[in-house]
């Protein structure tokens, strides 16, 4: 049971590449999310998967997309990366119900950088 | 909205002493409340909950009691050991929402 797993752990990029980071959650979890994380800002909400074949936007979706795969794999796409998204990315999942309490499972992060 | 007001950090203490982060917050109905810890270069881990009010969550020494009448949940622990210095944030959710998290308090411990 390896809970929530990102790939890659880290990755450098120049101004306008793209890339898709990886995520994926053995825990049979209805609702995935993706996070970014930067010095002294906690972590703000880019986009959700309530479900299978559902998205939604976070609080700072732009410069981002998103697709639920299924309901193991949630994946972060950036189309034209830029500066500013230099930053550590964070999947978690929660399950749904009551009995769950939407505590949610953290993967180990994405050490993004953007040159 | 929903919102988590935290201690601000960073919070640096000496091995042994005893150990306050403040966390209040702004919730329509009643919410759950959790503290996550996030150790250097890892991700988040839940480190306890509370579901209602009067809940004391506690784990690895740490505590934390649901006050309703004072919207707090505040995070003790009697005595930090250097292996506790991690940033803490506190978060609540409602049914069918999102975790709203606090900024996160920075804490050192030092021997």
């Known amino acids: 049971n390896a809970g929530v797993t990102q790939t890659p752990k880290f990755q450098v990029l120049k101004t306008g590449q793209s890339m898709t980071l990886q995520c994926a959650q053995d825990m049979n979890h209805n609702s995935m999310y ?20 559902t998205t939604d ?15 193991r794999e ?10 500013s998204q230099t930053s550590v990315y964070f999947c978690a999942s929660s399950g749904s119900g009551q009995s769950s309490y939407n505590e949610q499972f953290f993967g180990p992060g994405t050490r993004l950088t953007v040159l | 909205g929903d919102s988590v007001t935290q201690m601000e ?22 919410p759950s409340l959790f503290w996550y810890v996030q150790y250097p270069g890892e991700g988040l881990q839940l480190l306890l909950k509370a579901t209602k009010a009067d809940d004391k969550g506690s784990n690895k020494g740490f505590e934390a009691t649901y006050r309703k009448e004072t919207t707090s949940f505040h995070l003790e622990k009697g005595s930090v050991q250097v292996s506790d210095s991690a940033v803490y944030f506190c978060a609540l959710t409602r049914p069918a929402q999102k975790l709203v998290f606090g900024q996160g308090t920075r804490l050192t411990i030092n021997p």
């Not at chain 1, 996070?35 to 309530?50: K, T």
């Not at chain 2, 950090?9 to 009643?30: D, H, K, M």
């Open chain 1, 74 to 83: 949630f994946s972060l796409r950036l189309e034209s990366a830029a500066p």
């Open chain 1, 57 to 71: 936007k976070g609080e700072v979706p732009n410069g981002y997309n998103v697709s639920r795969l299924n309901k």
């Open chain 2, 9 to 30: 950090g960073p919070v640096t203490l000496s091995e042994e002493a005893f150990l306050t982060i403040n966390c209040t917050y702004t919730a329509t109905g009643y």
């Open chain 1, 34 to 53: 993706w996070y970014r994380q930067d010095p002294g800002m906690g972590l703000r909400l880019i986009y959700y998967s309530a479900s299978e074949g």
